[in-house]
């Protein structure tokens, strides 16, 4: 997709804050828009990505026991997940605009520090309320990942943005994916407690090398933080291709969600798979985790429209197959292994695509539009998630597929609308 050159939106706020669509950004030797990136760095990022996205989902394979070991009645456990999400969706709003305001490297590293400190809290917390106070900053410290990723885009030549941003995002989605069937494992061998206390130890350690690895990029703003966060607003309404990507990942992601809440439900079922089983089986989405370079190269050739249809496409067929053979069979699964490579390939593919889109848009606001761009489908996968499994507890796989199905559906009317000025 060919992004086009859109005017500056005549307000104040915006002179005040230097936003220019597509002009390049001052800089010093320390600041970003470098002329390269090594693939040292990029990997760093890509790990850094990784390790602290996956503090937000330890826990979900988890609720039962940690509940257990609270005493927190079985009614209030899905808070365990929720307050986490709660501190993520906050910090995608709250603080990953901070990025266009404040030093990078120094903001990455408190909010590192802060989920290191949250981890060590829940492992040893005593009682439920310790815990989901914890748990809410845990989430909150995890927006670090949101800040590397236009970090990411900063250090990167144009001609090679999506590329870097795809390789740094496929480091992301392995630690989403991951996240779970490793901490099922650990508390496995072990217990649950050892999951925070290690993922602390990690984050800790990952400070000590960002510290001494990571460039300083200081943004050039005129903004205090309460003009910043209005500038949103601005953002929000006036820059139609933020608002076309961001519903486009939030169907996308939706259909993710409602996947990965039922899908587990379906395999304890009719088939029958053990929690290690099921744990084994939510290995096969990291197999989607490649669709995010090959985004970026796809999206640095301009071929970012082709792409994104075919995402979408791929994320219904999947539902489609899902359908092909008795529930329970062997070859019923074996489609339901595909299902999720293709459904994780398509939205993987398509949050790439998104971000190279907007990333585009200008360097000065990067960091605001990501947190706009990541909070609307955040949003879309808490309620998609809550969708789905009332659907599954009502009307079964029926249900639960005909509403993953119908998220990429309606993704794909609204992009068919989609004229060359968006």
């Known amino acids: 997709m060919t992004i086009p050159y859109y005017h500056a939106i005549d307000v104040p706020l915006w002179q005040r804050s230097g936003f220019r669509m597509n002009q390049p950004q001052t800089t010093t030797p320390q600041q970003a828009d ?7 760095l990029i990997t760093l990022l890509a790990v850094s990505c990784g390790l602290i996205v996956a503090n937000i989902y330890y826990a979900q394979p988890l609720i039962g026991p940690i509940s257990a070991a609270l005493g927190l009645p079985v009614s209030a456990a899905g ?17 990953v605009p901070l990025g266009d305001l404040f030093e990078n490297q120094r903001l990455t590293l408190v909010m590192v520090g802060l989920a290191a400190v949250s981890l060590l809290a829940a492992a040893f917390a005593p009682a439920p309320l310790p815990f989901l106070t914890a748990a809410l900053f845990i989430g909150i410290g995890s927006v670090a990942v949101q800040i590397l990723v236009p970090y990411a885009a900063h250090l990167a030549p144009e001609a090679s ?9 496929s480091g992301l989605m392995l630690g989403v994916m991951l996240a779970r069937p490793v901490s099922s494992f650990i ?6 407690h050892v999951v ?52 486009y990942q939030a169907c996308m992601f939706g259909t993710f969600s409602v996947f990965w809440t039922t899908s587990p439900l379906l395999l304890a079922g009719p088939y029958q798979l053990t929690q290690r089983g099921i744990a084994l089986f939510a290995l096969a989405g990291v197999a989607g985790a490649i669709a995010a370079p090959i985004a ?80 609307t489908f955040f949003a879309a996968g808490a309620i998609t998630s809550a969708l789905g499994g009332w659907a599954y507890a009502h009307g079964g796989w029926i249900w639960a597929s005909a509403l993953g199905l119908a998220l990429p559906v309606v993704a794909l009317v609204y992009f068919a609308t989609e004229k060359g000025g968006e």
């Open 296 to 375: 970026g190269r796809v999206a640095d050739q301009g071929w970012s429209r082709p792409a994104t249809a075919i995402a979408m496409i791929l994320a219904a067929v999947a539902w489609l197959l899902t359908h092909l053979a008795p529930q329970g069979s062997a070859l019923a699964l074996g489609l339901l292994v595909v299902a999720a490579i293709m459904i994780d390939f398509g939205v993987q593919a398509n949050v790439v695509l998104g971000q190279r889109a907007i990333f585009a848009l200008g360097a000065h606001a990067r960091s605001r539009l990501n947190g706009l761009y990541m909070a």
């Open 187 to 192: 508390t496995a061998l072990s217990s649950w």
């Open 34 to 40: 470098h002329a390269g990136i090594s693939s040292g």
């Open 161 to 169: 943005r999506g590329r870097v941003v795809g390789n740094v995002m």
């Open 79 to 95: 808070l365990i997940v929720t307050m986490t999400q709660i501190g993520y969706g906050a910090g995608l709003i709250l603080v």
């Open 196 to 247: 925070f206390v290690l993922s602390a130890l990690a984050m800790v350690m990952l400070g000590l090398v960002l510290r001494s690895k990571l460039p300083q990029r200081q943004p050039a703003h005129a903004l205090s933080y309460a003009e910043l966060l209005s500038s949103m607003a601005h953002l929000a309404l006036n820059t139609p291709i933020l608002r076309r990507r961001a519903l």
